[in-house]
């Protein structure tokens, strides 16, 4: 009788369990879909911040940073004892489109995970050292970070781990994706700008032309890439624009531009490759009696993970049961997220959306819901 007793009570206590974790996830969908009706581009984001904060303050936190770095929110809740500060950043930017701006790469669903973790934190302190759920702006046009961190000095601010996840449609639902140092490529924006004379279409012979250092130049960048073994790792170098002249039948252009994306999984390699096109350049300038500019865009540093930090959210992906891939290979695109770890100890990784679902960025991706508990409880996890 006494057994059949405590098994009852054990069963309903599963039941109740279970019914409060699907309260709890519709209550986290409802969230979600609000934030991914109200898409607002880098540097926009007012009524993105409206609805973060009006869920933040049902949490008590300690404090609430606005305006951070533009548009950008921080919380901050103090455990009940002494330990390491963490924080959890979210993007909080949407996408351009054709249909003019629409959430696409799921930053909806990373507030509203931090905004679950929140809700937990507001409920239990029982923690080490202070936490800081940071919403980010600006991340699409790689501004927000940085702008955020000057503030965050301001502030007198300090973290001694900084997490941040995605989601990944390439993976199976809800494997977390583990990167081995360098998460994503640094990069940078090169613009080189020939600067020489224009003359008469009729007599070309009497300009200073740009037409044929730039054509030098691209053919150069193309080599570049394929000298893998003048380099410690990936390189890759791009031409994203050429601008030679205007459109005049009756002009010789005597002014050019090339424009370039730089990237590598090494900062030493970026720095290099830019100095080998840099060189060239002048080379080139210099024997066709022009004058060159350089100058640089859009930097970002590699995102390199802290083999200390890894191993922590490997611990709490193994205790939730989720299952762990290591990349082969770092992301070939970049992320401001970046900047917060060169001067804390990172981790950022990817949790899988399913496999066969459209990619980011993609007019038919979807954000999928069942992620978000399991990524809620790792963050959580990686806090007590």
């Keep these: 009788m006494m057994k059949t007793l405590l098994s009852c009570k054990l069963l309903l206590l599963i039941t109740l369990n279970v019914m409060s974790i699907k309260a709890n996830s519709q209550e986290l969908i409802n969230i979600r879909k609000e934030l991914h009706a109200c898409p607002e581009y880098s540097h926009k984001e007012a009524g993105t911040a409206k609805i973060l904060l009006k869920y933040l303050g049902k949490t008590t936190p300690d404090r609430i940073y606005k305006g951070v770095g533009g548009n950008g929110i921080i919380a901050e809740y103090t455990g009940n004892r002494p330990g390491p500060s963490k924080m959890f950043r979210c993007e909080m930017d949407a996408i351009k489109t054709d249909a003019g701006c629409e959430h696409l790469c799921g930053h909806d669903g990373h507030m509203t995970i931090l905004l679950g973790l929140a809700m937990r934190l507001g ?16 991340e699409e046009i790689g501004e927000g970070a940085v702008l955020m ?26 494997s977390i994706i583990i990167h081995k140092g360098t998460y994503a490529a640094g990069s940078t924006g090169m613009e080189l700008r020939f600067i ?76 290099k490759l830019c100095n080998m096109i840099g060189n ?104 007590y």
């Excluded at 409920?123 to 600006?138: E, I, T, W």
């Excluded at 300090?158 to 993976?171: E, I």
């Excluded at 070309?204 to 000298?227: C, F, M």
């Design 123 to 138: 409920s239990d302190r029982n923690f080490n050292g202070k936490v800081y759920l940071l919403f980010q702006p600006a």
């Design 149 to 174: 961190v000057k503030d965050i000095e301001k502030l007198g601010l300090k973290f001694d781990f900084s997490y941040a996840l995605h989601n990944n449609p390439n993976y199976p639902l809800n």
């Design 196 to 271: 020489g004379a224009p003359s008469h279409a009729a007599f070309p012979e009497q300009a200073k032309s740009p037409t044929d250092a730039i054509i030098s130049t691209v053919q150069e960048v193309k080599r570049l890439n394929g000298l893998k073994n003048h380099f410690s790792d990936f390189i890759l170098a791009t031409v994203v624009n050429i601008e030679v002249g205007e459109v005049n039948y009756g002009v010789t252009p005597g002014e050019g531009y090339l424009r370039l994306t730089l990237r590598s999984f090494k900062d030493s390699d970026l720095d």
């Design 280 to 383: 060239f350049a002048k080379e080139q300038a210099a024997g066709q009696g022009l004058m060159l500019e350089i100058t640089y865009h859009d930097r970002f540093p590699a995102t390199v993970n802290s083999d200390e930090a890894n191993e922590i959210v490997i611990k709490a992906a193994d205790k939730g049961g989720l299952n762990i891939i290591y990349a082969k290979d770092p992301t070939r695109g970049s992320d401001d997220f970046s900047f917060f770890t060169l001067n804390s100890k990172g981790s950022f990784f990817d949790i899988g959306n399913g496999e066969g679902r459209e990619d980011i960025h993609q007019p038919g991706y979807i954000f999928p819901d069942d992620i978000l508990i399991p990524a809620i409880n790792i963050f959580n996890e990686i806090i």
